[in-house]
C-alpha cells in the first residue's frame, strides 16, 4: 500500500473520522492550508494512508529548498503531525514506511514536526521524537474556573470588572485586529516574523471556529486575542472538546490595567459554555521555566503538557548533500537545519 495525496475535501473528511482527541482546530487541514498565507513559497500536502476504514493522516508544508537541493517537510505554523484512528503499532509502522517512501520520491529531504501537547499524537509518527518544553491547559470542567487561577490572576481580574467584552467574526473586527497586533508586536520588538499581515487574518478568518475575542470599547480596544474552537458534532454526548489559544495582543493601557488576565478568563467561561473540557494556553517562546509568557499562562492553570517536537531524514543521501553545501556534516550540523 502507497500514501496517497488527497484534495482539501478528502482530507476534512479523513479529518473528521479522526478520534475527538485528536480533532483539534489547530490540527485540522484546513486550517494548514490557511496557513499558507503567512508565508510565501510553501506548498501543503495532505497525505493519506488507509487499510479498509483504519486511516492515518499527515498534513505538512513543504518548501523548497536553495539550489534545487529539494525539499523541507514542515509543521504548519503551531502544530502538525500525523493523526490515526488505531493505536496499531503494525499499522502505523506501515504507514508511516509508505511517508517516508513517499517523501524520498519526492526529493523531500528530511521533515520538522511540531505535535499538539492535547492531541498526544507524536505516537503516530516515527522519527526522533523528544520534548521540548511545558505547556498550560485549563480545565474547564471546574467550577468556578478561576479557582485554579493564581492570586496575581484574581487580583488582575478583579481591577478590570467592568470592562466589556464581546467575541466577533466580522470581517472588520479582523481587519482591526491585523493593526492592533502588529502594533502590539512592534511596542515588544517583536521579530518581523510576528508581524503577521491582514492576507494571513483574512484566510483564517475564512474558516469555521475562529473567533476573536475583544476586551475594551468600541473606540479603545485593551486587549484582543484570537481563539481556535473545537467543532461540537452532532451527537456528541457530554461535555468534551478544546479552545486553543492562538495570538493575543494589548494596547499600553491594557497592559496597565491587566486585561489580558480579562482575556483569558472570557475564553475560559465562553468554552465552558459551549460546552467544551479545555482551554489550551500553549507554553512560552522559549523552552526555560522562568520564561515571562508561561509566567502569565501559569496564572490559569498548573495543569501542564509536555510540548514535543520531532526531526526525521527522509533521503539520506541528499540530506548529506545539502549539509555539505551549508558547510556542515552529520556529526556538526545544527538541530533543524534545513528549516532556519
Request: net charge positive; charged share 20%.
Amino acid at each position: 500500500m502507497a500514501v496517497k495525496l488527497l484534495v482539501l475535501a478528502q482530507a476534512m473528511d479523513w479529518f473528521a473520522a479522526m478520534p475527538r482527541q485528536q480533532r483539534l482546530r489547530s490540527l485540522a487541514p484546513d486550517f494548514a492550508q490557511a496557513d499558507l498565507a503567512r508565508i510565501g513559497g510553501h506548498r501543503c500536502v495532505h497525505a493519506g494512508y488507509e487499510e479498509g476504514d483504519i486511516r492515518w493522516l499527515h498534513t505538512v508544508h513543504l518548501r523548497q529548498l536553495p539550489a534545487d537541493a529539494g525539499q523541507a517537510a514542515i509543521s504548519p505554523y503551531g502544530y502538525g503531525g500525523p493523526l490515526c484512528n488505531t493505536e496499531d503499532r503494525r499499522f502505523i509502522e506501515r504507514a508511516y514506511g509508505a511517508w517516508t517512501v513517499w517523501a524520498r520520491g519526492n526529493r523531500v529531504l528530511g521533515e520538522f514536526c511540531r505535535f499538539h501537547p492535547e492531541a498526544g499524537h507524536h505516537r503516530f509518527w516515527l522519527g526522533d521524537v523528544q520534548p521540548n518544553r511545558q505547556t498550560l491547559s485549563v480545565d474547564l470542567a471546574v467550577e468556578p474556573v478561576e479557582s485554579q487561577y493564581n492570586t496575581l490572576a484574581r487580583r488582575k481580574l478583579r481591577k478590570v470588572t467592568g470592562v466589556p467584552v464581546r467575541w466577533s467574526r466580522e470581517s472588520a473586527d479582523w481587519l482591526r485586529y491585523g493593526r492592533f497586533y502588529r502594533a502590539a508586536m512592534a511596542a515588544m520588538g517583536a521579530h518581523a516574523n510576528y508581524h503577521f499581515d491582514d492576507v494571513y487574518f483574512a484566510s483564517l478568518a475564512s474558516i469555521p471556529g475562529t473567533e476573536l475575542c475583544i476586551c475594551g470599547g468600541e473606540a479603545n480596544w485593551l486587549s484582543a486575542g484570537l481563539y481556535l474552537f473545537q467543532h461540537r458534532e452532532i451527537g456528541d454526548q457530554g461535555r468534551s472538546g478544546t479552545i486553543e489559544y492562538h495570538l493575543g495582543a494589548s494596547s499600553a493601557s491594557g497592559h496597565a490595567l491587566g486585561t489580558a488576565y480579562l482575556m483569558q478568563h472570557a475564553a475560559a467561561l465562553e468554552g465552558g459554555r459551549r460546552g467544551l473540557v479545555s482551554l489550551y494556553l500553549g507554553g512560552g517562546t522559549t523552552p526555560e521555566p522562568g520564561n515571562p509568557l508561561l509566567f502569565y499562562k501559569r496564572a490559569f492553570s498548573r495543569r501542564e503538557r509536555v510540548f514535543h517536537v520531532g526531526n526525521a531524514v527522509h533521503h539520506t543521501a541528499l540530506y548529506d548533500g545539502y549539509l555539505q553545501s551549508r558547510g556542515y556534516h552529520r556529526g556538526n550540523a545544527p538541530p533543524n537545519l534545513l528549516f532556519d
